[in-house]
């Protein structure tokens, strides 16, 4: 386990199969269109179903359910300082996915 990172012990799936990560984004991510900046990018990777969601505590929640690549992508985006407001830290999990979404969402 990497410092800050929780993983599932799924670290071994094959790079196309499907997983679910889960990500909670600290810092100054709400109200500064960080969601919708979230889903472009989820769009724009391709092959990631799931959502965005502001916490009442400030976080920013982001569940995205694809190929173990393109949620890796999206992590590295959460992490890469390229987005709105300012990210401090982000804390993800992986899962198997649940499946249930149609694209990618903001709520």
């Given at each position: 386990m990497t410092a800050?990172?929780?993983?599932?012990?799924d670290n071994n799936?094959?790079?196309?199969?499907?997983v679910r990560m889960t990500a909670w984004v600290r810092g100054r991510v709400?109200?500064?269109?960080?969601?919708?900046f979230t889903r472009a990018e989820a769009?724009?990777?391709g092959?990631?179903?799931?959502f965005v969601i502001n916490l009442?505590?400030?976080r920013?929640?982001?569940v995205a359910e694809g190929g173990r690549i393109e949620c890796e992508r999206l992590l590295e985006w959460l992490r890469a300082g390229d987005t709105p407001g300012n990210v401090s830290g982000v804390t993800e999990i992986w899962d198997q996915p649940r499946g249930?979404?149609?694209?990618?969402?903001?709520r």
């Amino acid at each position: 386990m990497t410092a800050g990172i929780a993983k599932a012990d799924d670290n071994n799936a094959a790079p196309g199969a499907a997983v679910r990560m889960t990500a909670w984004v600290r810092g100054r991510v709400q109200g500064v269109g960080f969601r919708w900046f979230t889903r472009a990018e989820a769009l724009r990777i391709g092959g990631v179903e799931g959502f965005v969601i502001n916490l009442r505590d400030g976080r920013v929640q982001v569940v995205a359910e694809g190929g173990r690549i393109e949620c890796e992508r999206l992590l590295e985006w959460l992490r890469a300082g390229d987005t709105p407001g300012n990210v401090s830290g982000v804390t993800e999990i992986w899962d198997q996915p649940r499946g249930g979404y149609d694209g990618f969402a903001i709520r």
